[in-house]
């Protein structure tokens, strides 16, 4: 077996978590859907550390996850106000911005 | 385990837990209920951190369970109690074509990606690890090199965007009062001042039947209060009646003397919601 | 060869000739009402000021020795761009010299003149400043060393002749004949402005020194080319054919107006365009001959409308194209002509401005009436007007030794010795000019009164009658004065050139034959018009009668072959502009429009669309890369 079946693995992942960003009308939902293509990145990072025999795929990886930390935090703080003021999660709900 | 090629052990690994973590991301796209979604998704994070583990990662497999599974995933679990758990998503697609449109295209780009990937990369030989992570002593050792070396500034960077985003979620989700909070005695003098009744209102009548809440209560005159009975029960006029024969029956009980149990009969037939 | 003297002594004031009438017009246009008490005094002061300089300047210019009479004064640089250099620079010589004196002295009277006839009009503040402004800009026309500060001057009269046109303009005939002047004026000053940049192409300069120095270096279609624009330019403002046809109506503006702009000085600047160009007209023969056709057609035209006007003022501006005819026939003589165009240009100026002040005189003690068959039997009653009138009339028709007897006599003896027919010509021209001149004077003073009944002729007051008297007796005296006394011919000689060709018969036979011929016209116009009753109401009269009556039809070539079609072609620019041009632009836009309301669907608000097509791109883009890589 070769360590490229990992970054097939990831791709598969991300896929799916792209679907479930399209699909998924529950904002917490696309948000998993988010973190799952975040850590595909992840997983294909690490692999390509390992391929090239060099850390900083693994550095990356690790400040990816930092930032998703981050960017976690915040997104559910606001999917929490949005909530407050429609008593709704649904991302479909808040469509005032068009023509 | 660190070195380039993957040798049978790790392969059975990869093929497990691989197989559980597209288990995992697919039950999350698919489940209906967002507690469901948020389990699968940790399904799938604990055996991505195995893979890290697998992979000559071992540091990242540790953030990894401890970041996202241990934080992160319970953030979301706690929105998820904070926005309603059993909100669970209707499965009809609102938009003309989203569903079709994405499924084609995700299906697609994997295929795409995966073909790609797969024509570029398998013909390439892996390095592996051991020499990178011997040089410092090991996995963690040589993070900790390249982080607080080359990356130093990003990290700081990071630091400063993780104490932002604190910042933020706090200054989002923090309600202003804009009203001091009322005291205790100005709460009792706006209870007097609107000149309702300011105290309890009278319980039920209680009777030894199944559902008494619809029976109102006796006042000492032997008349009935309305008020005793909840108000949507009221709306619905769904009051018991309290017929006369009672009122004579209660009476004699009162007075020591012994009542032949016959009249109550006559008084269920004016009511409906207890037969259920 | 001529020397150029530095500007000193009373020449240094050369500037302050033109700046006197121009700071006049400026403190009476900007002054407001306050200086409505005292401005007309001193407009009148300024221009007074300005001819006492130039006799002045006159005695000193014939101090100097023939060869030393150009004054060139540089008041400051003007356009300097690359090679082209235009300053604005004074040049005083002897022509220069008798126009100012002519714009100078003939002004000051008509600013007196107008003193009286103005003296009931609100606006007089308004007229005496148009008229300072006038008399600048003709100083700058005639004193510029360049043609670039010439054309300055040639637009400031034009701007000024609209203006003095225009003066009454609350009658819409007023205001229409200020456009149609200024409109005809334009065609003109575009072959003034072509010629100017054709003169500096070709010499590389613009200051009359220069080019005609080199004059005859250039080729000579160069030079016919030149030659032929600057004729469209002087045909323009000295109303010669084909562009004569804005004079008559111009006489809409007052009379001293008329007087001083539409007989004396502007429609003259013509002439005096083609004898300072007279080194350009020389080597370009086919220009001159156009001069001499166009001159010629002119003087029978004007005659021919003068004949038939029964309008006083337009009969007199009929007579001035005829008498322009002659001086432009007469410059384009070439060097046997130059001088006596300005000599008769210089007599005319005077006896015509004469002539319209009187006619002035007249309206002025008829109620402002100009139909000359509701005049007669004035001569007891306007007396100093009728002799100054007479003085005038004799001076133009050519009678012994009036001044338009010299300098017509000239004119026609100088026709001779290049050609006998158009000598002819002009004697012919003569003798209408007797019959139209003696209609005037018979049906104005003599025969029986056929006045309107509120009319109550008298005469003017001493200011309109004591200009009349001095311009009676330039009419009578200049020509003499200056052929004799003045020496013109050779004053004038180191300017234009003169050169005199031997004719076959003596010149007492000109003078004997041209004589009779006027005498004959003067007759049948006493005939026809002073022993015969005048009807009030005009007779249909003949053909060519009814066809002057239209000013021989100018107006209608004009709309046939200008007016006409320029409305159609704007008409046709119009509908393409409409039509196409807006269609195209309008098609543009309302595509674009059409696209926006389409592509606008695709703003759904919903987050998970606009994922969607990210993922689309994406996808493309990834695509995109395998197959690049990949092939």
């Known amino acids: 077996m070769n360590p490229a079946n990992y970054v097939l693995l990831s791709a598969l992942l991300f896929s799916i978590g792209a679907i479930g960003v399209l699909v998924r009308r529950n904002a917490i939902i696309v948000f998993m859907s988010v973190e799952l293509m975040l850590n595909a990145a992840n997983l294909a990072f690490v692999s390509f550390a390992r391929m090239n025999g060099n850390l900083d795929g693994q550095v990356v990886a690790f400040f990816v996850m930092v930032v998703a930390a981050a960017e976690v935090v915040v997104g559910l703080a606001i999917i929490v106000t949005i909530f407050r003021t429609r ?13 | ?4 090629e993957v040798g049978t052990g790790e392969a059975i690994v990869f093929w497990v837990s691989g197989t559980l973590a597209v288990i995992g991301a697919l039950g999350m796209v698919i489940s209906r209920k967002a507690v469901h979604s948020a389990l699968f998704i940790a399904l799938t994070m604990i055996n991505l951190a195995i893979l890290y583990v697998a992979n000559a990662a071992p540091f990242l497999g540790m953030v990894q369970i401890i970041v996202y599974t241990g934080a992160v995933m319970m953030l979301f679990l706690f929105v998820l109690m904070v926005v309603g758990v059993d909100s669970s998503d209707s499965l009809i697609e609102t938009i003309k074509g989203q569903r079709v449109a994405a499924l084609l295209l995700g299906i697609g780009f994997s295929i795409l990606l995966i073909a790609g990937l797969g024509n570029g990369l398998m013909e390439t030989s892996s390095v592996g690890l051991d020499a990178a992570n011997s040089a410092q002593g090991g996995n963690v050792e040589g993070l900790a090199a390249l982080i607080f070396s080359d990356f130093v500034i990003a990290f700081q960077v990071t630091a400063a965007l993780l104490i932002t985003a604190a910042m933020g979620a706090m ?10 909070k009322k005291t205790q005695r100005e709460l009792s003098q706006e209870r007097f001042a609107s000149g309702q009744h300011p105290g309890q209102l009278p319980p039920p009548g209680v009777y030894a039947r199944s559902n008494a809440v619809d029976t109102p209560a006796l006042l000492p005159d032997g008349s009935t209060s309305d008020v005793s009975v909840p108000e949507p029960l009221r709306a619905r006029a769904d009051v018991r009646e309290v017929n006369e024969a009672d009122l004579e029956d209660i009476r004699q009980i009162a007075a020591g003397e012994s009542v032949v149990d016959s009249g109550f009969e006559d008084a269920d037939e004016g009511s409906e919601g207890e037969q259920r | 060869m001529t020397q150029i003297i530095p500007a000193e002594g009373i020449f240094a004031l050369l500037w302050v000739l033109i700046a006197l009438p121009a700071v006049g017009a ?30 002045l300047m006159l005695l000193a210019l014939m101090d100097q020795p023939a060869e030393q009479r150009t004054v060139v004064q540089n008041v400051y640089d003007w356009v300097f761009v690359g090679s082209f250099q235009a300053s604005f620079a004074l040049q005083l010589d002897q022509l220069s010299m008798v126009f100012v004196l002519l714009i100078t002295i003939v002004g000051a009277l008509i600013h007196i003149y107008s003193l009286g006839y103005m003296a009931h009009d609100p606006d007089r503040r308004k007229f005496f400043g148009y008229l300072n402004l006038f008399v600048a800009a003709m100083l700058i026309l005639v004193l510029a060393n360049n043609y670039l500060l010439l054309y300055v001057g040639w637009e400031g009269v034009g701007l000024a002749s609209y203006l003095l046109i225009g003066f009454w303009q609350r009658k819409p005939s007023a205001a229409a004949a200020a456009k149609k002047a200024f409109i005809i004026n334009r065609v003109g000053d575009v072959g003034l402005s072509l ?18 120095g080199q004059a005859s270096e250039a080729s000579e279609g160069t030079l016919t080319a030149i030659g032929l624009l600057l004729l469209l330019a002087a045909a323009g403002k000295s109303a010669q054919f084909p562009l004569q046809a804005w004079l008559l109506d111009a006489m809409e503006g007052p009379t001293p107006v008329s007087a001083l702009i539409h007989a004396a000085t502007m429609v003259t600047a013509g002439v005096y365009l083609i004898v300072r160009s007279n080194a350009i007209y020389n080597a370009a023969i086919w220009a001159a001959t156009a001069v001499v056709v166009v001159g010629l057609i002119t003087i029978f035209m004007g005659a021919i409308i003068g004949s038939a006007k029964d309008d006083i003022k337009k009969s007199l501006a009929g007579s001035t194209m005829s008498q322009i005819g002659y001086m432009v026939f007469a410059a384009g003589l070439g060097p046997i002509g130059y001088i006596f165009a300005i000599f008769h240009l210089l007599t005319h100026g005077v006896y015509k401005a004469g002539l319209f002040l009187g006619a002035g005189s007249v309206m002025h003690g008829m109620n402002d009436t100009v139909n000359m068959r509701r005049y007669g039997a004035l001569k007891g009653l306007m007396v100093i007007t009728f002799i100054t009138f007479m003085a005038g009339y004799l001076a133009i028709i050519g009678i012994p030794p009036f001044a338009g007897f010299w300098s017509k006599d000239e004119i026609i003896h100088a026709a001779f010795e290049r050609n006998w027919i158009i000598g002819a010509a002009t004697i012919l021209a003569a003798g209408i000019t007797g019959f139209y001149m003696t209609r005037m004077v018979a049906m104005t003073f003599f025969g029986k009164a056929r006045w309107e009944d509120d009319a109550h002729p008298h005469e003017s007051p001493p200011v309109m009658t004591i200009p009349l008297i001095i311009l009676a007796i330039g009419s009578t005296f200049l020509g003499m004065a200056l052929l004799f006394w003045g020496n013109i011919e050779t004053w004038l000689e180191p ?43 005009a007779p249909r009269g003949n053909v060519l009668t009814r066809a002057a009556r239209q000013d021989l039809y100018g107006d209608a070539v004009n709309n046939v072959l200008v007016v006409q079609p320029t409305y159609r072609t704007a008409e046709a620019l119009t509908t393409f502009d409409t039509k196409a041009v807006d ?7 309302s595509f674009v429009g059409d696209l926006a309301v389409r592509l606008r669907r695709s703003q759904t608000g919903f987050v998970r669309s606009y994922a969607l097509s990210m993922v689309g791109g994406v996808f493309i883009i990834v695509l995109a890369l395998i197959l690049v890589r990949l092939s």
């Open chain 3, 26 to 55: 400026v403190i009476l246009l900007f002054g407001g009402r306050r200086t409505n008490s005292w401005g007309p005094y001193l407009a009148v002061l300024t221009v007074v000021g300005s001819a006492v300089i130039g006799v």
């Open chain 2, 1 to 4: 385990m660190t070195g380039g």
């Open chain 3, 583 to 589: 269609g195209f632009v309008g098609g543009v836009t």
């Open chain 1, 87 to 99: 008593r709704s999660a649904s991302i479909d709900e808040p469509n005032l911005l068009k023509y």
């Open chain 2, 171 to 180: 200054i989002l989700t923090h309600r202003e009062r804009w009203l001091p």
């Open chain 3, 495 to 537: 300017v234009t050139g003169y050169e005199s060709v031997p004719t076959p018969l003596p010149t007492a036979f000109y003078i004997a034959v041209t004589l009779v011929v006027v005498v004959i016209g003067a007759v049948i116009g006493w005939v026809m018009y002073a022993r015969k009753e005048v009807p009030i109401e």
């Open chain 3, 195 to 212: 010629a100017i940049m054709l003169i500096f192409i070709t010499f590389g300069s613009i200051t009359f020194q220069d080019v005609f």
